[in-house]
């Protein structure tokens, strides 16, 4: 494999910045943000750079890797801490440092009242590196620390405005639902180096043929629990709508483009694992479906525009996954449509939060309403990434989505109708929800607050989200022209080339689901623009829509079965703790210090008596070699 | 009558003979240059002739002989690692040294008295504390490559007589400091006695005072096992005895709490490594062959060592007694190697001294930094609330503990790692329970303080924290960052220890 001595830079450069703008303190206060953004783009820069260099070699030649030093060497246990760039790599580094440099450029303007700006965009750096790390490493390992890196930078900008209690809960929550995900990826390395000695991704797929299935299903659904932690996947989805009580860049950034999709990229790249272990890949599939309807249904009762995004993205992860666990086949269309997502749910994020800069950061939808005159750029932009999730020709969302709805037609048999089955709805309760965002938002009567005044957003602001709808428009053409992504990425997968049978032609599934989205929409019009829209939620709703707005009872479930269990332990563990381990080192303690107190009698401050107590010592000496000795 | 003259390889012998020159020099400097110039002159000589032996002691890196000084010495890779480890250390602790605030204005005065008083208000500095400690550690890195029972003598001699004076040096509680030099001298010659007698027993037993000698005996057999077992036993009395091990440890608290701090963290660091480097020297090469004998007899001492220390630490209520104890305790870790008796314990020994030297002259330099009107505070209750007046101090004393407790990322941790499983494979399994379950009593009473300074409300009579001087600073940065960097990435080190620690004989 070619090595390359920048991919290093990719990582150092943002955490350089992280680490300058943290320890510089309040010196950095004036020029930091520009240097945080500055460091961002130009990792973007090394990372077109390294884009230039793999296109002109051929396919076999592309990855490169680059050895930065011997990490752990235990024994047989080996480690190199190192990197890879692969076609699959690359895809998530320019979409990282990409989308992260425009949220960078954003959040100047964006935070520009914040005294604490500084410490925002050291943050943003440390999450750029560490997301960078987490996609470049060429092991297991590796991967882990980006991994909890991640998780880390997450965990501080969530809390980021920390003086309000509610946040700091939020921070915390999100960071205990992602431990048991990272538990997850822990048992899986273990199992790894347990079955197969190696945690490096090269070792371990040269290993699966020497592996029993019982240990490679365990790992894959082990690494499962960890996508699923990380991408708020069922069961540990509960985290992300509380996420979004930090600023809306790093909603845009982590929360919906980058950081969340960590979990398709841990599936793709363990794709030898989960190809070889049939269970844990129906689970996967299992687990996408599951998240993309309940995803989707919660997004039908937001009136938080963050949260009903949020919910979106939940929902669209699911569809990634899915179609991550349906293997080879799947794998090529996770990434695409990761990538149109990447694009047209960052920039509806940004559109949501320079409606709430316009809007005194309101949130709530219902007290928004005929926008659309006063936020022109904002509602076009926000417009077409609309469109794009919607899956309407010629947006991004409509090539990727349809292939990730046509796969799953063509997993055969009733695994195949009822996957197929779930994305057709899924997009048509997506449709539905997404026109609700709109009208709610841009249409109708004024239903604002007295003393708004909203108002375009500077340049700063709409810039990158422009940026970012022509990404919606165009991206989704761009990487499926002529099957693009799915051969840059080919070499990766194990590609079975026999022709499947197509249970519906792609033109027939187009057409479903456009129909299904045409029904989506209708029904939000009918039910929001016809009707005059309360500026306080109803109460009188039907049962289904209070549990949706519980977001499906998923905060009650985690109360009753880990909470409640959890405290009663904890309290059993604090209370043993207490009696039998605090009270046997109180004990110890006890005991040395009533043998203290005896031996003050020795330690009494008198020569004379320190002298005899060396020649007691030293007798005894003597008389314990003579006994050894006999 | 003839005189040959000796063949000397100098090279080998001139980082002691730059050391030694240098504390002349400063002898010379008390006598000729005036007061006012004194403290910068001696710092700088100091501190050079101490760099100077550094950089000549890493240009010999390597070479190994055993006739540097006819026979009376030896050079060799351990020899290399534990003279440049008790170099390093020296350094450091000169910078806290080098902040007079710590000593009497003129030692020789009553305390009390009105030529005290005189001295003070004049403003008088002693300079004499920077020849002495060049004197110690010449004896300090001639004491490990002795290869004879004299030069061995000679060495404990020369590293301890200095020590003695300095530990009375100190300004504040001027009495408890003298009344701890007298002891420590008192106990030191009491021991150096039994030191003395051992090497007469050894000599009786082998008619040879060299180490090869005495091993060729011990390998041989058929002399009298008797004057051995004695000599052996009471030489251990007197190496114990500078380690600190139980039941000859009981001047340590007295004099670490005696003595001017940075004379505490210099003797609690360089003596260690100086006294236990000599250790391995005689128990891995003189008298290996006669392990049946030692290894029980030690492998009891080090038990009971880790446990009185750990133990008793707990009901200390002053800082300085607490790490005195704690050393003792790391008396007991260290001497686990010594019984390993094998490679791995010889590798992991030199890595755990040098470890805890430098995290050792770290928490002495915090201590010397929390203060108030009457000097250093080191009563533990006032500690309290110390992350928040001076997170720097307690933080970098939070880090050092942590080091002491053995917690991962510190160096304590792979030097209490390394050390153990050397034991474990020598299998001397009862020494490493007892050290695992030391470790966590010991554990106890670190966390215990850091508990305190960071999650206890200050008291009333709150201390202040002096700004450290750029020196103080400096040392404690400089502990840290090696504290960290052993722990997070000891393989360099160990490797190269692992390289180059190979006794010749």
Known sequence: MNTSQSLVYLIALPLA??????????????????LATALSASSFGVGLYQLSQMLGRSTE?????????EWINVG??????????DQLSICFVLLITGVGTLIHVYSISYMSHDHDRRRFFAFLNLFIAAMLLLVLGDSYLSLYVGWEGVGLASYLLIGFWNQKPAYATASKKAFVMNRVGDMGLSFAIMIAFATMGTVSFAGVAEQVENTSEAALTGMGIMLLIAAAGKSAQFPLQAWLGDAMAGPTPVSALIHAATMVTAGVYLITRSNFVFDAAPTAQLLVVIVGAITLMFGALIGTAKDDIKKALAASTMSQIGYMILAAGLGPVGYAFAIMHLLTHGFFKAGMFLGAGSVMHGMNDEVNMRKYGALRKFMPITFATFGLGYLAI??????????SKDMIIETAFNAGGVKGIILGSVTLLGAGITAFYMTRVMILTFTGTK???EDAHPHESPWLMWLPMAVLAIGSVTSGFLLSRGDALVNWLHPLFEHHEEHEHHLLEPIVVSGLALTMVAIGVAIAFVKYSRQEVANIAPENVSVFTKIARQDLMQDRFNEAVFMRPGQALTTTLGATDEAVIDGTVRGVGQLAMSSGSALRGLQNGFVRSYAALILVGAVALIAAIWVVVQ | MSFTAPVLSYSLLSPMLILLGGALIGVLVEAFVSKALRPAVQLTLTLGTLLLAVMQLWRIRGQQSLTAAVGTIVFDGPAFLLQASILIIAIISVFLIADTEHFAALPAALPGSEEERQAVQSGNQITEVYPLTLFAVAGMVMFPVANDLITLFVALEMLSLPLYLMAGLSRRRRLASQEAALKYFLLG????????FGAAYLYGYSASITFAGIREAIVGGGGNDVLLLIGIAFLSIGLLFKVGAVPFHSWSPDVYQGAPTPVTAFMAAATKIAAFGAMLRIYYTVFANAQWS??????????????LGSLVAIAQRDVKRMLAYSSIAHAGFLLSGVIALNKAGLDATIFYLFAYGVATVGAFAVVTLVRDSAGEVTDLNRWKGLGKRSPFAATSF??????FAGIPLTSGFIGKFSIFSAAYESGAKGVVIAGVLSSAIAAFFYIRVIVLMFFTDATEDGTSVEIPSILTQASVVIAAVVTVALGVYPAPLLDFITNLAIFIR
């Open chain 1, 17 to 34: 910045g992280a680490a300058l703008l943290l320890l510089g303190g309040r010196r950095t206060d004036k020029w930091g943000h520009l």
């Open chain 2, 398 to 403: 939070a880090l050092f503990l942590l080091a």
């Open chain 1, 447 to 449: 239903r604002w607050d």
């Open chain 1, 76 to 85: 047989t246990f080996n480690v190199d801490a190192g990197l890879l760039l």
């Open chain 2, 294 to 307: 030692w290894t029980p007899v030690l492998s009891g001492i080090a038990i009971v060592t880790m446990l």
């Open chain 2, 189 to 196: 010659a009491f021991s150096s006695a039994f030191f003395l």
């Open chain 1, 61 to 69: 030649a592309r990855p490169v890797s680059q050895k930065l030093f």
């Open chain 1, 390 to 399: 919607l899956g309407v020709p010629p947006f991004a969302g409509f090539y």
